[in-house]
């Protein structure tokens, strides 16, 4: 059974920093691309990163970022604990929102969208205060 957790939400204050970490269980860890996305509440769930896996042979760059999270976020995977992490710096209160992992069943995260993912975790709540 794939499983996918994320913990590490909670409130922050504008600036700030949060760190998620997702565990994943039931899948080859490093061998499929990974991400994450949020939705806040009313709006449509985006993505914010993706990464590919480790061997993925693709002409595409190995991390995505959303423009308005790029040089804030980063992604990053550590295969000794079959975590994806999220590092959020310089926190923003537009960046509110349920923040989910995702897995692909493939090795390259193109494009980062919700519809190339397949697997999810439950979320986990980030608020900013202003």
């Known amino acids: 059974e794939v499983q996918l957790v994320e913990s590490g939400g909670g409130l922050v204050q504008a600036g700030g920093s949060l760190g998620l970490s997702c565990g994943i269980s039931?899948?080859?860890?490093?061998?499929?691309?990974i991400a994450w996305f949020r939705q806040a509440p009313g709006k449509q769930r985006e993505a914010v990163a993706c990464?590919?896996?480790?061997?993925?042979?693709?002409?595409?760059?190995?991390?995505y970022y959303e423009d308005s999270v790029k040089g804030r976020f980063t992604i990053s995977s550590d295969s000794a604990k079959n975590t994806v992490n999220l590092q959020m710096n310089s926190l923003k209160p537009e960046d509110t929102a349920d923040y989910f992992c995702?897995?692909?069943?493939?090795?390259?995260?193109?494009?980062?969208?919700?519809?190339?993912?397949?697997?999810w975790g439950q979320g986990t709540q980030v608020t900013v205060s202003s």
């Open positions: 990464m590919n896996s480790r061997d993925a042979n693709t002409r595409y760059p190995d991390t």
């Open positions: 995702a897995v692909s069943r493939f090795t390259s995260w193109y494009p980062c969208s919700p519809q190339s993912m397949h697997y």
């Open positions: 039931g899948l080859p860890f490093g061998e499929r691309a």
